[in-house]
């Protein structure tokens, strides 16, 4: 029972432009959400994250929307650059989880130059 | 900077051997985890700890213990090594404060032959 999906495995962008990777839930009880950035031969780096109370966290480049009502968010990547290149996983935390988080299964990122 | 250190990159075991999977964090963090990360699986959580001694089994426990005999350290044990068990496994630390992310090691790619 995947409760957090990433329906595309690969997404290709052209440099400059924005990348939008999207992501589902299903389990009404998580209460933060987090996006990680991951490179070959390298550990889950944390990118972004945003609490249930928000619609919206903005870093640099990098934004997280959520909405609860559809049980989804995305992170918009602006402009997007090739080292941004990489496999990127969103991840949700259970209220009193115990900081437990459940993870997609990953989209892999291309910029293109 | 947080250093979660994962004693092997590379590891190649036969199977029904016991096998040790070592994790150190130089942060002082109360909680640690073990995932293991398959393609088109994302990162499955397999144990975690949230205090010296203290355990909690994940989502995929099968197969597998842990150990945390001090709170820097926390080890994945295979207890008799399967074909099955194959996979990249990665270790990763957090505060024990609501909403402060996870910190991974570079992950250890074990075979199991």
């Known amino acids: 029972d995947q409760q957090v999906k990433q329906n595309s495995p690969s997404l290709s962008v052209q440099e400059g432009r924005i990348s939008i990777l999207n992501c589902d839930y299903t389990?009404?009880?998580?209460?933060?959400f987090l996006w990680y950035k991951k490179y070959p031969a390298e550990g889950p780096t944390f990118l972004i994250s945003?609490?249930?109370?928000?619609d919206k966290n903005e870093d640099g480049r990098f934004t997280v929307f959520l909405n609860k009502s559809a049980k989804h968010l995305s992170l918009h990547i602006v402009p997007s650059q090739p080292g941004d290149s990489a496999v990127y996983f969103c991840?949700?935390?259970?209220?009193?989880?115990?900081?437990?988080?459940?993870f997609g299964q990953g989209t892999r990122l291309t910029i293109n130059p | 900077d947080v250093k979660v250190t994962q004693s092997s990159r590379y590891l190649v075991k036969r199977t029904g051997e016991k096998v040790f999977l070592e994790c150190v964090q130089d942060?002082?963090?109360?909680?640690m985890f073990w995932y293991r990360q398959d393609p088109g699986l994302g990162l499955r959580l397999i144990y975690f700890?949230?205090?010296?001694?203290?355990?909690e089994k994940g989502d995929i426990p099968e197969g597998y213990s842990v150990s945390r005999e001090k709170k820097e350290r926390f080890s994945l044990i295979l207890e008799s090594a399967s074909t099955n068990q194959t996979s990249m496994y990665l270790c990763?630390?957090?505060?024990?404060?609501?909403?402060?992310?996870?910190?991974f090691g570079d992950g250890t790619r074990l075979s199991i032959l």
């Open positions: 990763a630390s957090s505060l024990d404060n609501s909403n402060q992310p996870q910190h």
């Open positions: 389990n009404s009880m998580f209460d933060y």
């Open positions: 945003i609490s249930s109370i928000k």
């Open positions: 991840a949700a935390r259970i209220i009193q989880g115990a900081q437990k988080l459940v």
């Open positions: 942060m002082d963090h109360e909680n």
């Open positions: 700890s949230y205090d010296v001694k203290m355990k």
